[in-house]
């Protein structure tokens, strides 16, 4: 298990399976007219494809948990909660890359399954098309949650899907190399710079992070980017410049490899791991790896503000849960019970503490942080973290892109980080 210092600065908080979201499919509006899932919800509801091959009491599901241990954790949930309502479950899990191209198809031929998960920042798209049905519609509870949880899974004032289980990012300190070092762990992005300067040697980076043109690379940047006042319905911004000033500042003065342009976040865990890299970018995702090297000591933190009268944004992760619109009313109610139970108290703890999540409801932190007190930094950015369709719904993938091409540009010299932002909003 990791050991942690015995005790973090003073205003330092301590702290599964899919980045939270970071796994975005891309899912355009042209995309969804092209496969035709924009058709009238009538066009939808005359078809219930091969749903009639499947027995009354039983419902097909369909996820993106294709690998163990996530495989198994929702797996058991879900048979869980299909038993206690009485009904079975046909489940198919696809990688994430191919779920929303699966969407796609059935939505088209009329073949939704049951019970769907999205990707939080897909949800809305899916919603715009008629293909789902209302949670309010359903009777199944919405109460409770964080509000960032609850604007991931709405569109235009409905509730369309729930996140159970949620994640987000924070700053991974290797705690030998601070010591040695006598640095404290940054607070600020003045100290971020500095710690990122001061414990780049041979052999070894500072900071390592993952800037790659994928929406892997704007969730990894979107902490800096909100924490600074930054608002994605305008990226232009003095706000956005500093923040991406000081994510290109770290490749520039050689803190951070070059090759950050190209890594995924599992890529930046191999860094860290490997001590080539003193600091992470990483989320929670990561632990069940990193607490299984013997000698790897480590502290998380909440990523650096600029001022530190700013508070830390963080981006929303996690998927949603949904009931996609079939046209068998009997099959959709059975679904939301099924979901109903699925998403109980006890449901939603069980999976946060094995897939190293975050309870979607803030009244089940107490309980959570007993079973994981390693959580403790991710539960603190939670309350504030903010869902990324939240200012631009079903838009958001534009704009993701542009952040992920700015930041590409500015990471490579190929321009300045106003110039780059500059650019890259053109395309939005």
């Not at 205003?11 to 496969?35: C, E, F, K, Y």
């Not at 079939?326 to 059975?334: F, I, Q, R, W, Y």
């Not at 200012?391 to 534009?398: A, S």
Request: net charge negative; hydrophobic share 40%; glycine share 10%.
């Amino acid at each position: 298990m990791p050991r942690h210092l015995p005790a973090a600065p003073r205003g330092i908080h301590r702290g599964a399976p899919s980045p939270g979201n970071s796994r975005t499919s891309g899912l355009s509006r042209r995309s969804v007219l092209a496969a035709g899932l924009l058709a009238p919800a009538a066009a939808l509801l005359t078809s219930c494809g091969d749903s009639g091959h499947v027995p009354a009491d039983t419902l097909r599901v369909m996820d993106s948990y294709s690998n163990d241990p996530d495989y198994g954790i929702i797996g058991g949930a879900l048979e869980d909660a299909a038993d206690r309502v009485g009904v079975k479950l046909q489940r198919v899990a696809v990688s994430g890359q191919s779920l929303i191209q699966r969407v796609l198809q059935q939505g088209s031929s009329g073949t939704l399954p049951d019970i769907l998960m999205l990707d939080n920042p897909d949800l809305q798209q899916i919603a715009a098309t008629t293909a789902l049905r209302s949670f309010d519609e359903l009777g199944i509870p919405t109460e409770g949650y964080h509000d960032g949880v609850l604007q991931a899974g709405t569109y235009e004032g409905d509730v369309y899907g729930v996140v159970p289980t949620v994640n987000t990012i924070a700053l991974f300190c290797n705690t030998p190399m601070f010591q040695e070092a006598g640095l404290d762990y940054p607070r600020t992005w003045e100290e971020l710079r500095g710690c990122a300067a001061e414990l780049t040697a041979d052999g070894r980076f500072g900071i390592a992070f993952c800037g790659n043109a994928t929406y892997e690379g704007t969730w990894q940047f979107l902490p800096f980017f909100w924490s600074n006042g930054a608002d994605e319905r305008s990226i232009a911004t003095e706000e956005a410049a500093e923040a991406l000033g000081l994510v290109s500042g770290f490749v520039q003065d050689g803190s951070a490899s070059s090759s950050v342009l190209n890594w995924g976040q599992a890529d930046v865990k191999d860094q860290f791991v490997a001590e080539r890299a003193a600091m992470m970018v990483n989320g929670p995702w990561q632990l069940p790896e990193l607490s299984g090297i013997e000698d790897l000591e480590y502290e998380i933190v909440m990523l650096p503000v600029r001022d530190s009268g700013q508070a830390p944004v963080a981006p929303l992760g996690g998927e949603a849960w949904t009931v996609p619109a079939t046209g068998d009313s009997a099959k959709e109610e059975l679904a939301a019970a099924v979901l109903t139970e699925f998403l109980s108290d006890e449901s939603i703890l069980s999976m946060a503490e094995q897939r190293f999540t975050v309870p979607g409801r803030p009244a089940l932190t107490e309980a959570y942080l007993q079973r994981r007190p390693d959580m403790d930094t991710f539960v603190d950015l939670i309350p504030e973290a903010r869902a990324r369709t939240a200012q631009l719904g079903e838009n958001w993938p534009t704009t993701a892109t542009a952040l992920y091409t700015a930041l590409q540009l500015a990471l490579s010299g190929q321009a300045e980080p106003a110039e780059a932002l500059d650019q890259a909003e053109e395309y939005v």
